[in-house]
């Protein structure tokens, strides 16, 4: 069989730990565009700290999916979710959750760097400000700081951190997203094809990002590249035409897949 080769990004990654319990349970979702449906009936849980990749054919529904974790899909004009998700046992979908909550809980990047036109520190100080999460200039200084540490771009920013967040290189811009997106706290951090406007070096930092995030995150990326999923990580679901087709540990996918269709995509026989 002709598979993918997994080159994992550090030792520890691609290799799923099996004792980390289910973060976000999602039970028979599906998601309506109008009368369309998208999403057929979605059964996956996503353990805490490890990489879930989400990956398949374009239009198979993994955005779709995506965003029902942190209710971006309330915005989409005309779409009805249904059936069940739950993050620590809660019901996202209750309602008496406050969705604003929620997305603090369940971060986003999203495919196009999109810092907004603000400086440096604005774009990473304007969460935990409207979150109230720090108590003066000093304290948002350090939320400020430390989120760019993490994201791995405070060296590179921290002689410029005034000036447009939009000044900075494509990879930079992505870091900058990263850095605004847990300088909340987040539990869950969602990306959906955060690399593909980036060049292979700006890439490989992400990925490296990502995996040492995982260590206090719980992030599910959907990626085109199947070398991507197998690099970062743990677990994958493969989804074509609105069905999740197969999920488990990420080597198990791309060595021994059990199902025809998820082998004929990892070989690249369609999508
Ligand atoms: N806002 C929308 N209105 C109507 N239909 C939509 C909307 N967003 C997505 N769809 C439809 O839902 C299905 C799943 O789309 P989705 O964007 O989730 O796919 P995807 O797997 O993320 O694809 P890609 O890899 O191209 O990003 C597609 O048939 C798409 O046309
Ligand atoms: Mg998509």
Redesign the pocket.
Known sequence: MNTVAIKPVAATAGAASGNHAPKVVSQGVK?F??E?E??HGVDLDINEREVTALI????????????CLNRMNDV????RVEGSIKIDGDDIYDRRIDVVQLRARVGMVFQKPNPFPKSIYENVAYGPRIHGIAQGKNELDEIVESSLTRAGLWKEVKDRLDKPGTGLSGGQQQRLCIARAIAVSPEVILM??PCSALDPIATARIEELIDELRENYTIVI?T?SMQQAARVSQRTAF?HL?DLVEYGDTSQIFTNPKEERTQAYITGRFG
Not at 76 to 79: A, D, I, R
Request: charge should be neutral; charged fraction near 20%; proline fraction near 4%.
């Open positions: 998601v565009y109008g369309k998208a999403l398949g054919p374009s239009g198979c529904g993994k955005s779709t999916y995506l965003r989409v004009e005309g779409c959906d094809e959907v085109h989804f609105g």
